[in-house]
């Protein structure tokens, strides 16, 4: 008998995605630590699509925020911006 209900989580994939919200004001660019991909944040582009393997190290950054996951349908590509 288990103490803790059991949930169905599928593990994460390559079409996973993080999205990220920037709160600062100026316009910043992050590259990525593990994947080496750059990802532009403003004031006008705050929330992004970030592959999960950076995020972890970039929301270590207060002025970032992780807003939920996404999974990107088969046919398309990861994009770094996301409409608010």
Known sequence: MSCCRKTNIAPMTDRHR???????????????????????????ERLQLVDPRDAVTIVRNREFRVEGLVQLPDTETSSPHVEE
């Not at 999205?19 to 944040?41: A, M």
Request: hydrophobic letters at 30%; charged letters at 20%.
């Open 18 to 44: 993080m999205r990220i919200r920037y709160l600062g004001g100026r316009p910043v660019e992050v590259q990525g630590p593990i994947t080496g991909r750059q990802y532009r944040f403003s004031g006008l």
